[in-house]
């Protein structure tokens, strides 16, 4: 049974800073992706930012320059850090990985409001 738990959501001005985190555990040995992802009210989910076993970073559009994803391995959790926060990021974050047979695995979820 492979969890996925974020955190670090919240309500931040515009102009603000936050850093999500997503603890994994479970029976994963490997991955071929990670990433983030949001769903705003009324609109689908789409891709934030994912990362690949290689390191491989890739990035919305509207992200590019102010969120950057990591991950420590050791520890075996992945973080998005977002910087010059805007009205339009509010949404709900989420986690997500994909193993090495393709199976995608989905955290709850942790809220992300910004005030303008």
């Known amino acids: 049974q492979v969890q996925l738990v974020e955190s670090g959501g919240g309500l931040v001005q515009a102009g603000g800073s936050l850093r999500l985190a997503c603890e994994v555990s479970?029976?994963?040995?490997?991955?071929?992706?990670m990433g983030w992802y949001r769903q705003a009210p009324g609109k689908q989910r789409e891709s934030v930012a994912t990362?690949?076993?290689?390191?491989?970073?890739n990035y919305a559009d509207s992200v590019k320059g102010r969120f950057t994803i990591s991950r420590d391995s050791a520890k075996n959790v992945l973080y998005l850090q977002m910087n010059s926060l805007k009205a339009e990021d509010t949404a709900v974050y989420y986690c997500?990985?994909?193993?090495?047979?393709?199976?995608?695995?989905w955290g709850q979820g942790t809220q992300v409001t910004v005030s303008s």
């Open positions: 479970g029976r994963i040995f490997s991955f071929n992706a």
């Open positions: 997500n990985i994909i193993d090495t047979d393709y199976r995608n695995y």
């Open positions: 990362i690949d076993s290689a390191g491989r970073t």
